[in-house]
């Protein structure tokens, strides 16, 4: 079962930042937050991921809690092509298999 | 940011018929795949560990002798669906772990469609 909850959907206006958050109140010292997205018929997309570090990159921004038990990854200029399902998956690095959750259903809109 | 290919995008076969996927890393070498299915409106649902050189490790509730999977090369892994029926119909998507790579994480690739009449 994935270790995660967040919402089923959410509305963003074009242009704007788009925050998406999860929680995981059960994470353990070792375990990492990835954020993946899957654009309609095709498979996931790496964004970004985290240790306890904010991190951030080319695609995203990565916020961790203190006490890292949420996060929310921000997308800072959404555009439609960010239109996704957005998922939230912690998990041990490398080797582990990515457990996939419901995901949000992110809409950008114009 | 590394690469993995699928082959085919999209088969349409007979039941009864067996069906090869191909899963390629493109620009790196993978030591551990992982296969993956999505029904319509569902999350992707793990299959199998594929490790190059050894045997895949099967979730519960897949069929090993149903679901064929092969890791021959550090670049390729293969999963064959044997006498496939309508109701193995789904999305197939696999993943490759980059560990030599800028993030020590999974990439996908971009996955076949499987459809049996």
């Known amino acids: 079962d994935a270790k995660t909850t967040q919402p089923t959907s959410m509305d963003c206006a074009e242009g704007r930042a788009a925050n998406l958050p999860c929680n995981h109140s059960t994470i353990s010292g070792n375990e990492y937050v990835y954020w993946y997205r899957q654009i309609h018929s095709q498979g996931p997309q790496y964004i970004i991921h985290?240790?306890?570090n904010n991190e951030t990159n080319e695609m995203a921004s990565l916020i961790i809690t203190e006490d890292r038990k949420s996060s929310t990854l921000i997308l800072p200029h959404a555009t439609l092509r960010d239109t996704a399902v957005y998922y939230c998956?912690?998990?041990?690095?490398?080797?582990?298999?990515?457990?996939f959750g419901k995901g949000t259903r992110l809409s950008v809109i114009a | 940011g590394a690469v993995v290919s699928q082959h085919p995008s999209w088969v349409i076969c007979k039941s009864g018929t067996s069906v090869k996927i191909e899963c390629r890393s493109l620009d790196f070498q993978a030591t551990t795949m992982f296969w993956y299915r999505q029904f319509p409106k569902q999350s992707l649902m793990l299959m199998a560990t594929?490790?190059?050189?050894?045997?895949?490790?099967?979730e519960q509730g897949v069929e090993k002798d149903k679901f064929l999977i092969n890791h021959a090369s550090l670049t390729l892994s293969t999963l064959t669906v044997t006498s496939a029926h309508p109701e193995d119909s789904s999305f197939y998507i696999c993943s490759a772990r980059d560990q030599m790579g800028r993030a020590d994480t999974q990439y996908f690739g971009p996955g076949t469609r499987l459809t049996v009449l």
């Open positions: 998956i912690v998990s041990l690095s490398g080797n582990t298999p990515l457990v």
């Open positions: 594929s490790n190059e050189g050894s045997k895949a490790t099967y």
């Open positions: 985290g240790l306890k």
